[in-house]
């Protein structure tokens, strides 16, 4: 009986997160309440107060279960890379994980590519999101410069932040590309724009790496 009862619960639980990763995909954090979330997941809203307490704790719920299995893919696609890797590798065992699980990791994958493409750079969320990603974050800051020594950690850090901002664009699979080009181009193949976006992400830090070589040493400013 208890272990029947526990299966309950967890599935209890992934309906309401895959509930509220679509629901919040698709419109906001600030739109969607708590009662939309019950319909849409066919439980009682008390379960959820139950489970997650708030929205606020059920948003994080849903970043962390899937943050959780794509650190996973990444650590283990950077444990095989041998010798000395370049910029190219490395950012490729970064975001082929990602892409590898938004093809083949069902449909709740495409709802949270959409979701952080969404909040990732929201003040609102920034740490929250952060937080869950900080170990692969650090692994990468530390392989771009190992990969090309002329990176300062400034340069590797600032160039991280335009990665994960391209990163998000690519995930979210959204209408931009077939608007600008007039239908004869889209997103929605998501190996077509990742073939385009590893050589333009490379070039941009090999760009980055040789503007520090080329720049005088900068005192830095704190604010």
């Keep these: 009986m208890a272990g029947k009862t526990t299966r309950n619960g967890d599935n209890t639980r992934t309906a309401i997160l895959d509930a509220a990763e679509n629901l919040f995909a698709a419109a906001s954090f600030d739109i969607v309440s708590m009662r939309d979330v019950a319909a849409k997941a066919k439980v009682p809203l008390g379960l959820i107060n139950y489970h997650f307490q708030s929205k606020e704790k059920l948003f994080e719920a849903i970043i962390a279960r899937r943050s959780d299995e794509l650190n996973v893919r990444r650590r283990e696609a950077f444990a095989t890379l041998d010798g000395k890797p370049d910029l190219r590798q490395v950012l490729d065992v970064f975001l082929r994980p990602y892409l590898e699980l938004m093809l083949e990791g069902g449909p709740g994958w495409r709802a949270y590519g959409r979701l952080l493409a969404q909040t990732g750079q929201s003040d609102r969320w920034t740490r929250l ?9 650090d692994i990468i ?7 090309e020594p002329r990176l300062t950690r400034e340069a590797a850090a600032r160039g991280y932040v335009h990665l994960v901002s391209i990163m998000f664009g690519i995930f979210a699979a959204n209408d931009l590309l077939s608007v600008i080009s007039k239908r004869a181009y889209g997103s929605r193949d998501l190996e077509r724009a990742y073939a385009y976006a590893l050589p333009f992400l490379t070039g ?7 503007a520090q070589e080329a720049a005088p040493a900068q005192r830095v400013v704190r604010a």
Excluded: P, V
């Excluded at 999101?129 to 974050?137: A, D, G, L, S």
């Design 204 to 210: 941009a830090f090999e760009g980055l790496a040789a």
């Design 129 to 137: 999101i952060t937080r869950h990603f900080k170990e692969t974050q």
């Design 141 to 147: 800051l530390n392989a771009l410069i190992d990969a």
